[in-house]
């Protein structure tokens, strides 16, 4: 075993358990369900003890989380290893089916107690999450969740072992990414092809597993008396603070600003370039022909110059980041058979988090870890909560920390590239995907909102349906000659087949990390300060009120909409001079 793959490091006893007996086995149910037999038995009088149950809830289920969270990160990290799968699957089947009937047991308990009321000024936000989920809550959709984890990792399987032989290479997909940023057009266009044609030769097998998905979703929303699934997953998600119909509205706010501004963007490529057309493979390749930024060689040089910019922008930030690294909690390299994409996994009972991403030496990676590692400045800043639900948040919030770091981490690109123009560029080229972002979020978020208000569609309906909703989005990219690809590019997205509605998330926070910028730009130590304290409050609030906890407004109007974007303009123009000078 190397030791990019060697075990995490076990909890440090930093936060000693006082519940959970400290030689039990997490994987072992026989050992859970007495403890949770426990807290369904008693019968609390008085505040004390009523705060006790909770409080010894949040340390089982933290003990459960991580234990889910290890298991799931190792298969990650090497879907080739059949072992490691079987041991995640298992728990998901064995242990996650239980706990979760067990936890709903312990809910009801707590959300039934008159008593409970005097806790609501301390511990509102929790109480009001499980009061929905109680009512949500159906035994028989735990099978269901667990067959969905299945189908989930069939998906994750066939995606990590994509392959292509590029140019006499075997590359994984990921892999590919340098090329796209190539100035040789050719090798753009048969990398776009060579990856292209991989999914497509998948995609009857994917489009199985989603049909499969999307019975057992219209189960779980029936059983559970939902009119279709997006209004359960609305609820299972404990949104509370917007509905579709808001949702609709923000498309329809990208549609009238955003849109326009990519579309401005994408002539200015194309004329750029030089371009009778622009096609899928020239939105990455510098438009003045220079050549692919190459901000490091190895993994390691991409971990100390991140390092370098967290002692830039805080000691604290610096000191928690090298503390990952020496424990091991991070996994950064590319390699065939890992998962693709990038995740921060909160270890829940360490109350530390581990960092998963893809590096193959290209600028986004830069934005990836920074990404990356704002959720896990967020697991740091909210560790002190005690209760585990607190210790999370909501994702309109949590992606407000990660996509506020990419902003403030990239004030400091001179830590990667030493001449000014490059760091210009690398600036530029994150706006422009800010930009982009709206437009791809709004296109997947409408595509969900379709594909589960339709539940009976057809695989015709359903491509057809995702052509109108991307021509709804376009952005003057020539596809002809490639409409199967386009028809079908939906099926890279993860979040549509493991994550259901966890997408607008994206723009939501984007609006969030886009006034932190804003902020940066007049008073950078100030900005900070208050996006620290934001994170700081965990998930102890509701949505609005953790934007305010940040000197942020939660606002997705076309009219915080155009201020953003013209802002984010005004700097794409100021960046392109840079090159001019």
């Not at 753009?188 to 097998?205: I, P, Q, V």
């Not at 059983?223 to 998600?237: E, V």
């Not at 065939?336 to 960092?355: D, H, N, Q």
């Not at 704002?374 to 002190?384: E, V, W």
């Amino acid at each position: 075993m190397t030791a990019a793959l060697s075990p995490l490091e076990r909890p440090t006893g930093e936060y000693a358990r006082r519940f959970v007996p400290s030689a039990l086995d997490p994987g072992d149910w026989n050992a859970l369900a007495p403890l949770f037999a426990e807290l369904i038995a008693r019968t609390p009088s008085t505040r004390a003890e009523r705060e006790r149950r909770i409080r010894d809830l949040s340390e089982l289920l933290a003990v459960i989380g991580e234990e889910r969270a290890r298991r799931h990160i190792a298969s990650a990290r090497n879907t080739e290893d059949a072992e490691l799968e079987q041991r995640y699957l298992s728990f998901c089947h064995d242990v996650d089916p239980k706990a979760s009937e067990q936890t709903d047991a312990v809910y009801r308990k707590i959300a039934t107690d008159p008593g409970s009321a005097e806790l609501d000024a301390n511990y509102g936000t929790f109480l009001r999450n499980i009061r929905n989920q109680v009512e949500i809550f159906r035994a028989e959709n735990v099978k269901l969740e667990a067959d969905l984890e299945d189908l989930g990792q069939d998906y994750s399987k066939r995606m990590g072992r994509m392959t292509v032989i590029f140019r006499g290479e075997e590359k994984t997909l990921a892999q590919l990414a340098p090329i796209y940023e190539s100035t040789d057009r050719t090798a753009r266009r048969e990398a776009f092809e060579a990856a292209s044609g991989r999914r497509l030769r998948e995609r009857d097998a994917l489009d199985d597993i989603f049909d499969a998905m999307l019975a057992k979703r219209r189960e779980i929303a029936k059983n559970a008396g939902a009119a279709n699934y997006r209004d359960f997953r609305f609820r299972q998600l404990n949104r509370f603070d917007y509905t579709p119909d808001d949702c609709a509205l923000f498309h329809t706010a990208v549609e009238k600003v955003a849109v326009p501004v990519l579309a401005e963007l994408r002539q200015w490529q194309k004329e750029t370039l030089k371009l009778d057309a622009l096609r899928p493979w020239d939105l990455s390749v510098d438009p003045w022909g220079r050549p692919p930024l190459v901000p490091f060689a190895q993994p390691a040089e991409l971990e100390a110059g991140v390092g370098r910019i967290f002692e830039r922008l805080a000691p604290e930030l610096a000191a928690q980041f090298a503390d990952l690294r020496g424990r091991g909690l991070l996994d950064v390299a590319n390699r065939k058979g890992k998962r693709p994409g990038a995740f921060c996994y909160p270890l829940e009972e360490s109350r530390i988090p581990f960092i998963f991403a893809n590096a193959v030496g290209v600028d986004d990676d830069i934005r990836t870890l920074l990404h990356e590692m704002g959720h896990g400045f967020h697991a740091f800043a909210s560790r002190t909560q005690e209760l585990v639900w607190y210790r999370d948040c909501p994702s309109e919030f949590a992606e407000v920390a990660s996509m506020s770091m990419e902003l403030l981490g990239g004030r400091h690109l001179d830590v990667f590239y030493r001449d000014p123009e490059h760091a210009a560029r690398s600036a530029r080229e994150n706006l422009e995907g800010i930009v982009s972002t709206f437009t791809w979020v709004a296109t997947i978020d409408a595509f969900q909102h379709w594909i589960y208000t339709h539940p009976e569609h057809t695989r015709r309906e359903r491509r057809d349906a995702w052509i109108g909703i991307v021509q709804r989005f376009a952005d003057g990219v020539d596809w002809s000659g490639y409409e199967e690809v386009r028809g079908y590019a939906w099926h890279r997205q993860l979040h549509v087949f493991l994550y259901p509605f966890y997408y607008i998330e994206y723009a939501i926070a984007q609006i969030g990390a886009l006034q932190v910028w804003l902020a940066a730009r007049t008073d950078p130590a100030r900005a900070l300060s208050d996006y620290r304290r934001g994170l700081a409050l965990g998930g102890s609030r509701p949505l609005p009120q953790l934007f305010a906890g940040a000197g942020l407004t939660f606002d997705v109007s076309e009219g915080m909409l155009r201020r953003l974007l013209g802002a984010v303009q005004e700097e794409l123009k100021r960046l392109r001079d840079v090159k001019s000078r």
